[in-house]
């Protein structure tokens, strides 16, 4: 048998369609042996029995002692009990609501007349789903216009509201933090308020808190009279939120169809709940997950979509998988060290920039394509006798694929018939049921974040220190190691502490010959 034929013999064998969700995956270019699914056998039965105790509510995360429910809402009745059941719904509800009465003007701008933009002020999951959604979905000429402060960049900040200019007297502003405690979104509601006070208008009066109840940010938007506050429940993570009110309310109001996204992420679970492991796409991509990195995280995830609209998937699902599965130790507390990078962009954008090295260098990696079939709605002019721009776009996704495979690299093709609503939807739903799976065969847990903790807390001891050392400045001279041995305090750090209140216009720095030499002193 020629490699060509053995190849479409493999292809037939490994292609796995969903006709009805307009969805197919194919893992033939992967090399894993014929035995990986009885050999795993085990593992995955214990994944999918993982998986059933988590939809049913069992406490996925023992850190917090709380459940995960991020499946919930897309199918409330999944949900343990009636109450939960009911906020799900009624949260959707209001959140759809809010947004048609800002669209009809039944809810205005604090100067009168209609909003024209909305800001999201969040960051990690209370931002880059909501942008994926944006970039992804939103109408062209959307109702409201989006834009997102997910840093504590002041100069970001400036240059936004520069951009923004006049119009942010007719923006609504979504402040998200689950725990009203987030730092960069604490500072990015501050900065956003004090440019609505600048320009003389009420921020409250265009302020929406999506929050946990009885947080910090839900006591502020409570004692201010912000104009509608959303739920937060701590049964989501922020990585696994964008089902929530964290991306309904923004994608509603930029005219996405939000209900036809939860129906999309719907059915994909309902698929990929019951269905054999050699049938069930989420599986699938966890054992070659698996199969690539030797159950260890050896090999990165490069994640390339063809289509324009879905350059953020990469990103989103950077911290998706990497936030999930990046675990210094497993359940049993065994130094594991696990995880999986992910990077990427987008094709064929990438066959330009890195392909180059993922075709001839350091084979660290397996590909996963992302193909939307319909290359345009509408008619398209042909660029060559017979072929259209599409055309070239999916001549360069399998002239890629066959090029890496030639070249012994490893890929995953997923494909969908259109760019919707209902396919994105099923598409973030099947990285999620994925990354569940995949940490239940290598035994670590997917719902928390220690590292992420660790170094909030790291950060805030540096701010800390930053106030001794401006307080400790005099208008005396010294160098940092002078002042770090006044103070007891590391050397390195009160280094860059100085050099950021100089750089800041709060300390005096004279400049020696050598770094270490320069001295400072109070402003």
């Known amino acids: 048998m020629s490699t060509t034929d053995s ?56 850190d917090e002692g709380r459940m995960v429910g991020h499946y919930w809402l897309r199918n409330p009745d999944l949900a343990p009990d009636a109450t939960i059941r009911n906020e799900i719904n009624q949260a959707l509800d209001d959140a759809l609501k809010f947004a048609a009465d800002v669209h009809s003007g039944a809810i205005m701008a604090p100067g009168g007349g209609k909003f024209t933009r ?25 109702p409201l216009e989006i834009d997102f402060l997910d840093n504590t960049d002041p100069d970001g ?64 938007a409570i004692a201010g009279g912000w104009l509608a506050r959303f739920p937060m429940w701590d049964w989501v993570g922020g990585r696994t939120s964008l089902m929530s009110t964290v991306g309904t309310i923004a994608a509603a109001l930029q005219g996405v169809d939000v209900r036809g996204f939860l129906a999309g992420a719907a059915a994909m679970d309902e698929k990929t709940r019951s269905l054999p492991s050699e049938k069930n796409a989420a ?3 966890a054992l070659m997950w698996h199969h690539a990195g030797g159950g260890r995280g050896l090999k990165d995830m490069v994640v390339l979509p063809y289509k324009d609209r879905l350059v953020l998937f ?23 060290n696990q995880g999986i990078a992910v990077y990427g962009n987008k094709g064929s954008t990438d066959q330009h920039a890195y392909v180059q090295q993922l075709r001839d260098g350091v084979n660290n990696f397996f590909a996963t394509f992302i193909e939307v079939q319909m290359a345009r709605a509408g008619e398209s002019a042909e660029v060559d006798p017979g072929f259209t721009s599409g055309d070239y776009l999916q001549g360069f996704l399998r002239g890629t694929r066959k090029a890496l495979a030639e070249g012994g690299r490893e890929s995953i093709t997923l ?15 099947l990285f999620e049921r994925a990354v569940g799976f995949y940490a239940s065969l290598v035994n670590v847990n997917a719902y928390h974040q220690p590292g992420v903790e660790a170094g909030k807390k790291a950060a805030g001891e540096f701010l800390a220190k930053m106030s001794q050392v401006e307080k400790a400045l ?18 390195e750090d009160v280094f860059h502490l100085l050099n950021h209140l100089a750089g800041n216009g709060r300390a005096l720095r004279l400049v020696a010959d050598s770094p270490f030499d320069d001295r400072f002193s109070c402003v």
Not at 20 to 43: E, H, N, Q, W, Y
Not at 163 to 192: D, F, P, Y
Not at 206 to 215: D, E, M, N, P
Not at 322 to 335: A, I, P, R, T
Request: hydrophobic share 50%.
């Open 474 to 491: 005099t208008a005396s001279e010294v160098t940092a190691a002078e002042l770090a041995s006044q103070m007891g305090a590391d050397a």
């Open 157 to 220: 900040m400036d240059r936004l509201f520069e951009r923004i200019g006049a119009e942010l007297a007719t923006t609504v502003t979504l402040v998200i933090s689950k725990s009203g405690g987030t730092k960069e979104t604490r500072n990015g509601m501050l900065e956003t308020a004090a440019a609505y006070k600048k320009m003389g208008v009420d921020f409250a009066k265009a302020a929406v808190a999506v929050t946990g109840v009885g947080s910090e940010l839900d006591k502020h």
């Open 7 to 62: 190849l479409w013999t493999r292809f037939q064998q490994y292609f796995v369609r969903y006709e009805d969700l307009g969805f197919s995956i194919d893992v033939s270019r992967m090399a894993f042996s014929p035995d990986l699914f009885a050999v795993m056998t085990p593992k995955v039965e214990r994944a999918f029995a993982d998986m059933k105790s988590l939809e049913a509510g069992s406490i996925a995360n023992p």
């Open 283 to 285: 599986m699938l991509l």
């Open 118 to 142: 909305v800001l999201v002020v969040g960051i990690g999951g209370s931002a880059l789903g909501p942008q994926l959604v944006a970039h992804a979905l939103a109408p062209a000429v959307p």
């Open 415 to 429: 494909s969908i018939t259109v760019l919707d609503a209902f396919r994105l939807g099923g598409l973030i739903a």
């Open 314 to 336: 990469s990103k989103y699902l950077q911290q998706l998988v990497m936030e999930s599965l990046g675990k210094e130790h497993d359940l049993n507390g065994k130094v594991v």
